[in-house]
């Protein structure tokens, strides 16, 4: 089983980025999937979700707005577009396939928004 994300980096407050996340060694299609980040020293945060068949999403709060999650099951992948980004939007994002006891989880990618 593996999680890839890519598409981190340093963006300017107001900038763009779209994260992916590839997948590969289980039933992709069948699994809800979620974003969540983490800032040194803060608890993991869930930031979206996405259903198995993409119809249904959810946000954090934070995000809402801002954020949007997607999904290709054809390519595996799940993806975050993330717009109007703010300093605050700084972390490490992960991506996360989770269904009954299956709970997978990629390395993350750093995501920083600074001037």
């Known amino acids: 089983v593996q999680l890839v994300e890519s598409g981190g980096g340093l963006v300017q407050p107001g900038g763009s980025l779209r994260l992916s996340c590839a997948a590969s060694?289980?039933?992709?299609?069948?699994?809800?999937m979620r974003w969540y980040r983490q800032v040194p020293g803060k608890e993991r945060e869930f930031v979206a979700q996405i259903s198995s068949g993409g119809v249904t999403t959810d946000y954090a709060d934070s995000v809402k707005g801002r954020f949007t999650i997607s999904r290709d099951n054809a390519k595996n992948t799940v993806y975050l577009q993330m717009n109007s980004l703010k300093p605050e939007d700084t972390a490490v994002y992960y991506c996360?396939?989770?269904?009954?006891?299956?709970?997978?989880w990629g390395q993350g990618t750093q995501v920083t928004v600074s001037s």
């Open positions: 060694g289980f039933a992709f299609s069948i699994y809800v």
């Open positions: 996360n396939a989770r269904r009954l006891s299956a709970d997978y």
